[in-house]
């Protein structure tokens, strides 16, 4: 039985399947759709919009051929720390050198949302502050050979076996970290 929106389709346009797996987690029937985004973000804009702008402009290249019955929803996280934006690293050094950096460090998460239909948008972030133990070189190195973690934000996935490891205290939302603040994109659904 659906939860929430029974009269509505939703669409997760999103190739993660821990985006996919957090929405299943809420009882709601959707499909996947995905496109190619160009993920650039102009660089005057503040650090703590990024994830949201991304989103933003996710759904934006959907907007066209989105149907009457149609919601759309769309998320981009990003991994603040010390004042830079870290993506998705392109290779295997850069991966290294994000995750020397988040080593012994306190970073933020920030997953933004944008969710619309053919008469309604609404976007928003949430943020997660998290905590890290030091890792060594050998560590890092195993958890990158390992996981490949080269899709996601920051060089890392807290379900993967770093955030048993290496992450210590959280404060926020785990699922934030994941990549989807569910609790938020619940309420603004069934707010709908």
Not at 63 to 84: F, M, Q
Not at 127 to 132: L, M, N, R, S, W
Not at 151 to 162: C, F, H, L, N, P
């Amino acid at each position: 039985m659906r939860t929430i929106l029974p009269n509505k389709k939703i669409i997760l346009a999103s190739k993660s399947p821990r985006r996919q797996e957090l929405l299943k987690g809420l009882d709601i029937e959707f499909e996947i759709r995905t496109k190619d985004v160009n993920e650039d973000f102009p660089a005057e804009l503040p650090d703590n919009q990024v994830a949201a702008f991304l989103a933003e402009k996710k759904a934006a290249a959907f907007e066209a051929d989105l149907g009457e019955n149609e919601i759309l929803i769309t998320s981009d996280t990003t991994v603040l720390i010390n004042d830079k934006v870290l993506n998705k690293p392109n290779n295997q050094e850069e991966a290294v050198q994000m995750l020397q950096m988040l080593s012994g460090n306190v970073h933020h998460v920030i997953s933004g949302v944008c969710i619309l239909d053919k008469v309604k948008k609404v976007v928003f972030d949430d943020i997660t502050e998290v905590h890290f133990k030091h890792l060594s070189d050998h560590e890092i190195t195993h958890y990158i050979e390992k996981y490949h973690p080269f899709d996601k934000a920051g060089s890392y996935g807290v379900q993967e076996w770093i955030g048993y490891a290496a992450v210590y205290k959280l404060v926020g939302s785990f699922y934030t970290v994941m990549g989807l603040p569910v609790h938020k994109v619940y309420e603004a659904l069934k707010n709908w």
